[in-house]
């Protein structure tokens, strides 16, 4: 009896270091980064290169560049450059969601009528000088990829969405009287490009 009791321990020992190793296994498998690099999958990289949003930045875009003989200033600019090109694409989505919400909050349009809207609104975006993006953060990757965050702050982003805004109401002026005839189109478009910061201190 002895023997078989200690036969018994034993087997109770190491399957409990079995399931141990198991446990510890899963744990280190789903230890895995939220965000690495794209040119170095294995490397863990700061979120805001995986579009993790920024305290203080309203609308952003993340510009990447080649390793240079350049130099880094010269990676820089392209870097920007080509996150200028994706802010622009995201502050359309900007304005076109605000046009959205402020119409479905205050019941000033229908669904087509947005529709119309933010097809003007899509043609100036594009057209639109993004006058006051700033670099806030850079980072070189362990292959040598310069990533920028290029960004406009809450006050700047109205700025432009406003700005937007006035530009397709005076190309389409009927489309923009039928989404809220009761507003002058100044009026209205201070109101939209305002809207994200009301609806945030409600």
């Known amino acids: 009896m002895p023997n078989l009791f200690r036969t018994l321990s034993l087997s109770v020992a190491v399957a409990s270091l079995t399931l141990l190793s198991a446990c510890s296994g899963n744990d280190v498998k789903e230890d895995v980064a ?20 920024v305290a203080g930045v309203a609308v952003s875009s993340v510009g990447v560049a080649d390793k240079s003989g350049a130099g880094i ?37 229908d669904a087509e009528t947005v529709d119309k809207v933010n097809s003007s609104v899509t043609k100036q975006v594009t057209d639109q000088t993004l006058v006051g993006t700033r670099i806030y953060k850079s980072r070189v990757s362990p292959s040598g990829k310069l990533y920028v965050l290029i960004g406009l702050d809450p006050a700047t982003a109205n700025e432009i969405t406003e700005a937007v805004l006035k530009t397709s109401m005076n190309n389409d002026r009927a489309q923009w009287q039928q989404f809220r005839a009761a507003k002058g189109q100044d009026e209205l478009a201070k109101e939209i490009a305002e809207f994200r910061d009301y609806k945030k201190n409600q």
């Open 34 to 53: 939220d965000c690495v690099f794209p040119d170095a999958p294995d490397v863990e990289a700061p979120g805001w290169i995986c579009d993790e949003p």
């Open 73 to 109: 200033a010269f990676m820089k600019q392209m870097a920007a450059t080509d996150a200028r090109v994706q802010l622009a694409q995201n502050v359309e989505v900007h304005v076109k969601n605000l046009v959205k919400q402020y119409a479905e909050t205050t019941g000033a349009a």
